[in-house]
């Protein structure tokens, strides 16, 4: 069973920028591929990006694209998701997930099994 550990969520202003974190335990998350997913209270959860093991495959929704960037970090064996331009709406916790099967597109839908333990994101004057 696969065990994902997010970081770097925390409190920013209008604006600004947050790098959140995706590690594996005890496995090179990296090698896999994963999604961002990110609920506010009251609101479904929301796909926001993903990654796909190797090559350049991607996704963004509407909602984030061009503000924020999933990358992967071969050497540090994480993923992590560069959030700019930061807006109130952004405000939620944010999840990273992936699964016991290579990420290989972006494409359609992917049935992520492994899920970390959210980080919170707040963005506020």
């Known amino acids: 069973q696969g065990q994902l550990v997010e970081s770097g969520g925390g409190e920013v202003q209008p604006g600004g920028s947050l790098r959140l974190s995706c590690a594996g335990v005890g496995f090179s998350v990296n090698e896999y591929g994963a999604g961002w997913f990110r609920q506010a209270p009251g609101k479904e959860r929301e796909a926001i990006s993903c990654?796909?093991?190797?090559?350049?495959?991607?996704y963004y929704a509407d909602s984030v694209n061009g503000r924020f960037t999933i990358s992967r970090d071969n050497a540090r064996k994480v993923i992590y998701l560069q959030m700019t331009d930061l807006k109130p709406e952004d405000t939620a916790v944010y999840y990273c997930?992936?699964?016991?099967?290579?990420?290989?597109?972006?494409?359609?839908?992917?049935?992520?099994?492994?899920w970390g333990q959210g980080t919170q994101v707040t963005v506020s004057s």
């Open positions: 997930a992936s699964r016991n099967n290579i990420i290989k597109s972006c494409e359609g839908n992917i049935d992520y099994n492994w």
């Open positions: 990654i796909a093991a190797y090559g350049d495959s991607s």
